[in-house]
């Protein structure tokens, strides 16, 4: 055989290898925050911490957690100041580069902060969540606000995950329903994706896709569970979170729990910022999108509200030409993440929707 004829055998073969970084130890439950020495044991990630806090989380669990390292690790701590969120993150990563592994404990901000601390300063880090607010908490994106709007951007995905339900569930029941509306709009996400694998040939990943639908599929079927201040359910929701982030490194991009409600979003930040919660934006941007798909979209808006999350930009105080303008301003956003809102969806016809599926 010639040697052009076993390069071209070479060239061939079989070749799907992917790096997936998942969770080693995912523990979720009540009082599971004392837990976190022996997590760090197990996991031998150095001597020395960083924990990073925000005021408020800082009393919340953020003391807890260092009196129980407390004697075993060198313990620094960095709490979010009034700072703007790039100068704070530059901040974070100094502070992190002279510890072993880091540690976020808070919402959102906070474990978005700590996460890209870590990985601009390649250092593991462990997910203590306050508040079950966003699917952030386990997976390898961040959002950072900026003032064009948020962006995602890539992020350590943590080794570890310790939620404590008893801290999740004392936390306003806002944050809980603003988690669960994030994660029933993984439905329309994976429409987009399955929708951009049609027609534009990106490559899709069957495992991801599947794992985020069971994981939007838990809380729209179970919305009646969804009650404040109930560690029931913050345990349900807290999971659920915990497999859309692991869907997400699965499929090595946000795609499975990121569509087009996601950039519709991502448009009401930038022309309404302040107005609503990352995961209620979703949630109401998945009601029009599900609609566009041809699906189910009074399922979804039923399901939110009987969640107590909001279905209609009035109630986040965005009015509704707002509204129209972020659907039409969605294209712009991420314009690479092909989905359903860039089929070409015109002014009239927005405006339209939001007056027929955004009414009270």
């Known amino acids: 055989m010639s040697a052009d004829r076993i390069n071209l055998l070479r060239t061939k073969v079989f070749d799907k290898s992917k790096w997936m970084q998942l969770p080693r130890d995912v523990v979720i439950g009540h009082d599971v925050i004392e837990q976190i020495p022996a997590v760090c044991e197990d996991l031998a990630l150095g001597d020395s911490v960083l924990i990073v806090s925000g005021g408020r989380t800082r009393d919340v669990a953020g003391k807890r957690v260092e009196a129980l390292l407390s004697g075993s690790y060198d313990i620094a701590t960095f709490a979010a100041g009034e700072g703007g969120p790039l100068e704070t993150i530059r901040k974070a990563e100094a502070a992190a580069a002279t510890a072993g592994f880091v540690i976020g404990v808070g919402g959102g901000r906070i474990i978005d902060m700590a996460k890209i601390a870590s990985y601009n300063t390649d250092r593991h880090f462990i997910s203590i969540p306050t508040a079950a607010s966003h699917d952030g908490i386990a997976s390898s994106r961040a959002s950072v606000p900026t003032a064009e709007g948020n962006v995602s951007l890539a992020a350590e995905p943590p080794i570890a995950v310790v939620a404590d339900t008893a801290v999740i569930a004392s936390a306003p029941h806002r944050l809980l329903a603003s988690g669960c509306a994030d994660i029933i709009a993984n439905y329309t996400a994976i429409l987009d994706w399955e929708l951009s694998h049609r027609l534009r040939g990106e490559p899709l990943s069957e495992y991801a896709l599947t794992l985020s639908r069971m994981t939007a599929e838990i809380l729209f079927k179970n919305a009646d569970l969804i009650k404040p201040h109930s560690e029931e359910s913050a345990w349900l929701v807290t999971k659920a979170l915990v497999s859309s982030g692991v869907a997400m490194s699965i499929a090595g991009s946000s795609r499975p729990g990121s569509g087009g409600e996601h950039k519709f979003s991502h448009a009401l930040e930038q022309l309404a910022p302040g107005k609503g919660l990352h995961g209620e934006k979703c949630g109401i941007g998945a009601i ?4 566009l798909h041809g ?44 989905t359903i809102l860039d089929m070409g969806l015109t002014e009239e016809s927005a405006r339209d929707l939001v007056k027929m599926l955004y009414r009270e």
């Open 288 to 291: 029009i999108t599900m609609y």
């Open 295 to 338: 699906g189910d979209w009074e399922g979804i808006r039923d399901s939110l509200k009987t969640i107590g999350a909001p279905t209609t930009p009035a109630e986040i105080g965005v009015d509704d030409e707002t509204a129209v303008a972020a659907l039409l301003a969605a294209r712009t956003i991420r314009p690479e993440r092909f």
